[in-house]
C-alpha cells in the first residue's frame, strides 16, 4: 500500500485529527463541494474536513474505489447519511513531504448534497460561535 494512502486511512478510519493537522501543508488548498471559492490554509481545511469527519464518517462509511500514485490519490466513498445513500469523491494532492497540498471534494446525488451542505453548515456554525 502506498505510505500515503497508509496514512489517509490510518487518519480517516482512526478519526485522528491530530494526524490530519499534521499531515496538511500550510498553503494546502481545500474544495468543497458546495462552496463555489477555493479554501486557503491550514486552519481552514482542517476546520472543514473535521466538521465532515464528524457529518459523513458513520458505520456504513466506505470505499469502492481507490486509485493511487506517488502524488495524488483517487477516493470513491460510499456512505448513508439519514436514509440517503451519499456516493463521493475525494481527490488528494500530496508533496514530497507527505503533506496534503489539495483536497477535493465531489458528491452525488443532488438530494446527498443537500443534506450534506445543511449538516456541515450547522456544524461550521457551531465551531465559529466557540470561537
Excluded at 496514512?7 to 485529527?17: A, L, R
Excluded at 465532515?52 to 470513491?76: C, G, H, I, Q, R
Excluded at 440517503?84 to 446525488?109: A, C, E, T, Y
Amino acid at each position: 500500500m502506498n505510505a500515503n494512502l497508509k496514512t489517509w486511512h490510518s487518519v480517516i478510519f482512526n478519526q485522528n485529527t491530530t494526524k490530519l493537522l499534521e499531515i496538511l501543508a500550510e498553503d494546502v488548498i481545500f474544495h468543497s463541494p458546495v462552496v463555489h471559492s477555493p479554501i486557503k490554509g491550514k486552519q481552514l481545511t482542517f476546520m472543514y474536513l473535521s466538521a465532515a469527519f464528524v457529518v459523513l464518517f458513520n458505520d456504513s462509511f466506505k470505499y469502492v474505489n481507490e486509485v493511487v500514485n506517488e502524488t495524488e490519490t483517487f477516493l470513491e466513498f460510499e456512505v448513508e447519511i439519514d436514509g440517503i445513500l451519499i456516493n463521493g469523491i475525494d481527490l488528494i494532492s500530496w508533496n514530497d513531504q507527505g503533506k496534503i497540498i489539495s483536497f477535493k471534494v465531489m458528491l452525488r446525488p443532488l438530494k446527498a448534497l443537500n443534506l450534506i451542505h445543511q449538516k456541515m453548515g450547522a456544524l461550521l456554525m457551531k465551531y465559529q460561535n466557540k470561537n
